[in-house]
Nanobody
Framework: QLRLVESGGGLVQPGGSLRLSCAAT???????????VAWFRQVPGKEREAVST?????????DYLGSVKGRFTLLRDDFENAVKLEMNDLKPEDTAVYYC?????????????????????WGRGTQVTVSS
């Protein structure tokens, strides 16, 4: 059973940066490389939205929500068995609880339009607050 734990959230001023980490334990082969991974975010009263995804097919294709393109970067960290989300030039509208989700194991193509119910593993989330 794959277990995901997010970390790295916090309070940051507009224009600042944070790096979120989604660390994995368990799962097939003990590695997150065999799973497609997404970072979602959610604010109260709104639906959960995907901000970035990485596939395990199509050349490990990455996808980003339009509003975060050029500011967020998703990276696999094989040494830490984790997926990181580097967030730069943060804006107040980025404030949300950020969740890590995984689909797999197997070869999957995902993007920011892949619905949350397609992912079979979830972390508990980490709060990101962007405020002066």
């Amino acid at each position: 059973q794959l277990r995901l734990v997010e970390s790295g959230g916090g309070l940051v001023q507009p224009g600042g940066s944070l790096r979120l980490s989604c660390a994995a334990t368990g799962g097939t082969g003990g590695t997150l490389n065999g799973y497609a991974v997404a970072w979602f975010r959610q604010v109260p009263g709104k639906e959960r939205e995907a901000v970035s995804t990485i596939s395990t097919a199509a050349g490990n294709r990455r996808d980003y929500l339009g509003s975060v393109k050029g500011r967020f970067t998703l990276l696999r960290d094989d040494f830490e068995n984790a997926v990181k989300l580097e967030m730069n030039d943060l804006k107040p509208e980025d404030t949300a609880v950020y969740y890590c989700a995984a689909k797999g194991p197997g070869h999957w193509v995902v993007d920011v339009y892949t619905p949350p119910e397609d992912y079979n593993y979830w972390g508990r989330g980490t709060q990101v607050t962007v405020s002066s």
